[in-house]
């Protein structure tokens, strides 16, 4: 009889080999064909509702690794809540509007000679933005993320437009809008005011100068009355600021020395003297310390411009530190914050002589006007050498403003603009107040958010660009009025949503206003606003907008979840909107993404050849290595890739796929029917479902605390350890040669089929593809279309079993002994199964004997071996002996069965049958009845 026709061998349609690339999108087909996101969301519609609010990624490029992790995690989230019964609709969106667009369409307008036109640049702009929420749309769904992908919001939509200028109207109501003249950081590539939220910082190297201003006038007789070779002491990294000095700034508590050097006297702080004096090379043994008095003291000096005939006052500010420098300040009121201020109390000019492209203008002098800075910088330190004022020259690498659209370095310019006021009617305030209810993952960044909301300016929300919604306000030509209107606001948001914002910027605007005047003059010669709203804004109003017009959405919303700029960005604007327009904060909980960064923790650049594109991750690996790699990751912190980490996530991923496999090959012949009741299980069974408890409940855990990784690392450790290592390893046997209805073997199969279920419903989150393919594979029975109509496991309290639990413990424990007892007679050459063994076993210790005695028929098989005989420990060999255990490896008795290779003495004892022992004759005939 060919007796390999008896065994039951596993049989699945599910590959061992994934390929994933390929399989993948017919899985997505599938979704998207039977509209599997929308029956989730219709199946729980009566549900609690959780929202997590979507952060819009602008739509100017493909997705890349730090957006698809983002979106990875979003919809873990989603998913886990949506599995656990809750109503979680999720609306995804895109950011539209702002420079990275307008920048990419103003190059390819340059690039074929064409007139940059604002009309045509929006339209250009427009149909841009349209073509990438497309690409990224499609890349979305092939990352395997569920969500309202048909009708998504977009910030260039109409309604989203007029909602933006709706939202603005109630904050102009309330007081919190203004226009002034302001010190600002500018892009004078983009030519552009920026938020602060706009900016990066890098090293920079700068000059770095010490220069002198000449005295002009001591009523005080400070110098002793001899103004010929009397100086301050300046240093600064900004020469090209130089032509802009209206004054000097000292601190009034601060001890001021007036030093003579040879025939020079040097006025110069007393905390920063002995540093001065090293900077500049002088020896210290050859000053001399003439007079020493505070700096309230000086306010009456005043020192000439080190380059042109006008005078540099002496003023008094708090802002003057002790840090770096002489202590005595540079200040030119049109190019810094404290240097405004300080002007603006003193009643100085705001000279600002540098125009929006960053070149310096005639107020700067005739020898500098026209100059970039650049050039400018070289020809400040030129005119200051010739005038003999150029103390030191050097070069500092120090961190630095930059744009985060072109990534060049900003300047400080004083312009008018438009400001919201975070500190109206106790704005800041009632911020901080309301980041305390708020839930922030990592703890920690409740931190970062706080900083940024303390030391946050004013915020400047107008934009010298093309390409957003324009600011609807009107200037009158007659007597310059500006004009900022509640009213007319909500007017031109109708308008915005009937023709989009593009009407503002048309040249017969004015049409529609045709009985405007000037509240002022009466004047009807009016112009409208051609700033743009900074696109923070348009962001910063997202919650409200798509939580107000998407069905079945409530605001505030559960969830925001997006990267660790946005403490500065959109986690900061967001509330300072929602607070304003609202009075509340748009979030109930936020957290915090770390960077996807290379091996090294570096920052990923296709120049510097460690960008890995997620494409090419999809390409290559399959989206599920990807998801996987972003659960395997703790996601609050940077998160590092490379094709050595992704590949050490295959094989990860391979060892729970094996296990999928095994357990659905193995439930092929399973019916429902035969499904043995858990109290009937016998222990090895029962600890089994005791572990999956265990797995579900780590599983939970970590997914409602968002410790992804925790929740990874316990399935895979359940894949690889609890089932592979142990259960699948050790019932092998029974599914292969006992009889197909037998009560072992269904009482395995019933665990197996248990453990499957679960198995599938815990990855479905996690590794979306795999699951749904491991469902529709399944031998079990479908109740539902798709996996994701399924419910998340919960925690089974009828299968916990802490007794048996502890028992196994220590069974394992011996198993392990024995295991490696196994493996070095193997090693040795003497044993080449460990089926072709027979293993005597002794405890020392009385409770653990009783252990062993009470599961001693369960031994051979937990152990893979064909005989275990229990020994008294004095019996057991002394080399056997180890610690408080004894194994003896030995030869089986009997001889070995065809069937199912183990040995045994029931062998020949079948005529019919003679070369199989009894377990197998028995199965045999079981199986032909």
Not at 355 to 365: I, L, N, P, R, V
Request: charged share 30%; with cysteine; glycine share 6%.
């Amino acid at each position: 009889m060919n007796y390999r026709d008896t065994i039951h061998l596993p049989s699945t349609e599910f590959p061992m080999r994934a390929k994933l690339p390929q399989r993948e999108p017919e899985i997505l087909r599938f979704w998207n064909e039977a509209r599997i996101y929308e029956k989730t969301i219709k199946a729980r519609r009566s549900g609690q509702t959780y929202i997590l609010h979507d952060g819009p990624p602008y739509s100017n490029e493909h997705v890349h690794l730090g957006t698809a992790l983002n979106k990875v995690v979003k919809d873990f989230i989603v998913k886990y809540r949506s599995m656990n019964g809750f109503f979680t609709p999720f609306v995804p969106g895109w950011d539209n509007h702002g420079m990275p667009i307008e920048n990419n369409v103003l190059a390819e307008f340059r690039k074929r000679g064409e007139p940059v036109e604002r009309g045509a640049i929006r339209k250009r702009c427009r149909e841009y933005a349209a073509h990438f929420v497309d690409v990224q749309r499609d890349e979305f769904m092939r990352l395997g993320v569920f969500g309202e992908w048909e009708n998504p919001y977009l910030t260039m939509s109409r309604l989203y437009e007029a909602e933006i200028l709706k939202i603005f109207a109630n904050l102009v109501q309330r007081g919190y809008i203004y226009r002034d003249l302001r010190p600002i950081h500018w892009c004078t590539t983009c030519q552009t005011a920026l938020a602060d939220a706009e900016i990066e910082y890098h090293e920079k190297s700068s000059y770095s100068i010490w220069l002198r201003f000449p005295l002009l006038e001591d009523p005080d007789r400070i110098f002793g009355g001899d103004k010929e070779g009397s100086y301050a002491l300046v240093w600064t990294t900004t020469p090209w600021t130089v032509p802009a000095n209206l004054a000097l700034t000292v601190r009034p508590d601060f001890e001021y020395y007036v030093v003579k050097r040879g025939e020079e006297r040097y006025l110069v702080a007393k905390a920063l003297y002995e540093q001065t004096v090293r900077e500049l090379g002088w020896n210290l043994e050859g000053l001399e310390i003439q007079r020493r008095l505070l700096g309230e003291e000086l306010r009456n000096l005043k020192f000439r411009h080190p380059i042109f005939d006008r005078p540099s006052p002496v003023l008094e500010g708090d802002f003057v530190t002790a840090d770096h420098g002489a202590g005595i300040v540079h200040t030119a009121p049109g190019h810094g914050e404290d240097d405004f201020r300080i002007g603006k109390k003193y009643g100085l000019e705001i000279l600002c002589p540098v125009d929006e492209k960053g070149h310096f203008t005639a107020e700067a002098g005739k020898r500098f006007a026209g100059l970039d800075l650049q050039r400018g910088n070289e020809e400040v330190l030129a005119a200051l050498r010739e005038a003999g004022n150029l103390l030191k020259q050097d070069i500092l690498e120090h961190q630095y403003p930059y744009c985060w659209r072109c990534h060049k370095p900003l300047v400080l310019r004083t312009t008018m603009q438009w400001f919201m006021n975070v500190d109206h009617e106790g704005h800041r305030d009632k911020a901080l107040a309301e980041i305390g209810k708020v839930d922030w993952v990592p703890a920690e960044s409740y931190e970062r958010i706080k900083a940024a909301i303390e030391g946050r300016p004013d915020w400047c929300l107008s934009r010298q660009r093309f390409w957003g919604v324009g600011i609807p306000a009107f200037y009158c030509n007659e007597c310059g009025e500006a004009i900022l209107d509640a009213d007319l606001v909500r007017r031109t948001a109708d308008l915005v949503k009937r023709y989009s914002a593009d009407f503002w910027f048309e040249p017969d605007v004015m049409k529609h206003f045709p009985d405007l005047t000037c509240p002022k003059c009466g004047g009807k010669n009016l112009r409208p606003e051609r700033d743009i709203l900074d696109v923070w804004f348009d962001s910063s109003c997202s919650s409200l907008i798509v939580c107000r017009n998407w069905e079945g959405l409530r605001w505030p919303v559960d969830l925001f979840l997006e990267g660790p700029d946005q403490h500065r960005g959109w986690f900061n604007a967001s509330l300072m909107t929602s607070l304003g327009a609202e009075g509340r904060s748009p979030y109930l909980q936020v957290a915090t993404t770390g960077w996807a960064v290379d091996q090294e923790g570096k920052a990923m650049h296709k120049s510097l050849g460690n960008y890995i594109a997620t494409e090419e991750i999809v390409n290559s690996y399959g989206a599920d290595v990807l998801r996987l790699w972003v659960a395997s990751s703790d996601f609050t912190r940077d998160v590092r890739v490379s094709r050595e980490i992704l590949d050490r996530v295959v094989d990860a991923y391979r060892k729970i796929r094996n296990t999928l496999r095994f357990l659905l090959g193995n439930l092929a012949d399973f019916e429902e029917a035969y499904r043995v009741p858990f109290g009937e299980l016998a222990p090895r069974e029962r600890y089994t479902l005791h572990e999956l408890q265990k797995l579900v409940s780590t599983v939970r855990s970590g997914f409602d605390s968002f410790v992804f990784h925790r929740a990874f690392q316990a399935i895979y450790q359940f894949c690889g350890i609890t089932l592979s290592g142990f259960y699948l390893d050790v019932v092998k046997d029974t599914l292969y040669t006992r009889s197909k209805r037998s009560k072992i073997r269904c009482s395995v199969q019933t665990v197996m089929a248990e453990v499957l279920d679960t198995l599938i419903r815990l990855l479905a989150p996690l590794a979306s593809f795999t699951a749904e393919e491991a469902y529709r594979a399944s031998p079990l029975e479908r109740t539902e279309e798709s996996v994701f109509l399924l419910s998340f496991p919960k925690v089974d309290p009828s299968l916990e079993d802490r007794e048996l639990a502890y028992e196994f413990s220590h069974l394992l424990s011996v198993r392990e002994a024995v295991l490696k007892a196994l493996e070095e007679r193997r090693t040795a050459g003497k044993l080449k199964a460990s089926i072709d063994a027979k293993v005597s076993l002794a405890a020392k210790d009385d409770s653990l004997a009783q252990l062993l005695k009470k599961y001693e028929s369960h031994l051979p098989e937990l152990f893979i071996v064909s005989q275990v005989n229990l020994m008294e420990w004095d019996k057991m060999p002394e080399k056997s002996r180890k610690n408080d255990l004894a194994v003896e490896v030995q030869r089986p008795k009997g001889e070995k069965c065809v069937r199912c290779w183990l040995w045994s003495e029931s062998v020949g004892t079948h005529p019919d049958h003679p070369e199989i022992c009894d377990k197998c004759y028995e199965a045999i005939a079981d199986d032909q009845t």
